[in-house]
C-alpha cells in the first residue's frame, strides 16, 4: 500500500473537484468565497509527506488579493459609470424640443429649404452631394465643385432630379469627396432635427430619439439650436 493511498485525495484533486462544482453551480466568475474555499480544501487534503510550498501559497494569496482588489475596482467603475449615465440622462432631459446637430446624414423633409451640414478635413479637388429617400432611392445630386477643408453647407429645396418636389418624409445624404490625386476624401455629415424623446442603449448610454426617425449617442451631438 502507498503511502498516497492512505489520503482521501490530493490537494490539486480536491481543489479540482471544488472549482469544477463551483462552474457547474454558475457560469459567472469565481467568488471570493470561492477562492477561499479552494485554499482550505487544498490546505485540508495536501499530503502532509508533500504540504504545499511557502512559495505556492504565498503566490495563492496574492491572486486572491489580485482578484479582491478587480473585484472592488469592478464595482467601483459600475457605480461611477451608473452615475455618470443618471446624470447624463438628466441633463438630456433638457433637450426634448430643442433642434440639435448631431453627427449622422439623416434629415427630414417637410417643405422649403433644408441645410444639409458637412465638414471636410482637407482641401478636396472636387465634390458631390447625393440625397436619398427613405427606401435608399437616389432622388437628387449635384456637382459642388472643388472645397476648401472646414464646415460647408448646402441647401437643398427639395427638387428631385426629375423636377419634381420631394414628398414629406425621412431622407439621408452622403457626400464624394476626392482629393488632386482621385484619393478619397472622407467628410463628415451631421443631421440637424428636434429631439424628441430619449431613451438609452444596451451599455446604459444615453441617445437621443430625433424628429428624422433616428437615434443617435448624446455624445455624438455637436451643437444645440
Known amino acids: 500500500m502507498s503511502v498516497n493511498s492512505l489520503f482521501p485525495a490530493t490537494a490539486s484533486t480536491t481543489a479540482a473537484n471544488t472549482a469544477a462544482q463551483a462552474t457547474a453551480n454558475s457560469n459567472s466568475l469565481i467568488s471570493e468565497n470561492t477562492f477561499m474555499k479552494l485554499m482550505v480544501q487544498e490546505l485540508q487534503n495536501q499530503n502532509p509527506l508533500d504540504p504545499m510550498s511557502n512559495t505556492n501559497f504565498i503566490a495563492e494569496l496574492a491572486q486572491f488579493n489580485s482578484m479582491n482588489q478587480l473585484t472592488s475596482m469592478n464595482s467601483t467603475l459600475k457605480s461611477l459609470v451608473s452615475s455618470q449615465n443618471q446624470s447624463a440622462l438628466s441633463n438630456a432631459v433638457s433637450l426634448i424640443g430643442k433642434t ?126
Open 100 to 225: 440639435v446637430q448631431a453627427n449622422g446624414n439623416s434629415f427630414s423633409f417637410t417643405g422649403g429649404n433644408v441645410p444639409l451640414n458637412y465638414s471636410l478635413p482637407q482641401n478636396a479637388n472636387s465634390v458631390s452631394l447625393d440625397v436619398y429617400d427613405s427606401s435608399g432611392n437616389l432622388v437628387y445630386n449635384t456637382n459642388l465643385g472643388p472645397q476648401n477643408s472646414g464646415s460647408e453647407s448646402f441647401n437643398w429645396s427639395g427638387i428631385t432630379n426629375a423636377g419634381t418636389t420631394a414628398p414629406t418624409g425621412n431622407y439621408s445624404f452622403s457626400i464624394n469627396a476626392t482629393d488632386a490625386s482621385g484619393k478619397q476624401v472622407t467628410a463628415a455629415t451631421y443631421s440637424n432635427a428636434t429631439v424628441t424623446g430619449l431613451t438609452t442603449s444596451s451599455s446604459g448610454s444615453v441617445e437621443l430619439e430625433l424628429s428624422n426617425g433616428s437615434t443617435v449617442p448624446l455624445s455624438s451631438v455637436t451643437n444645440v439650436g
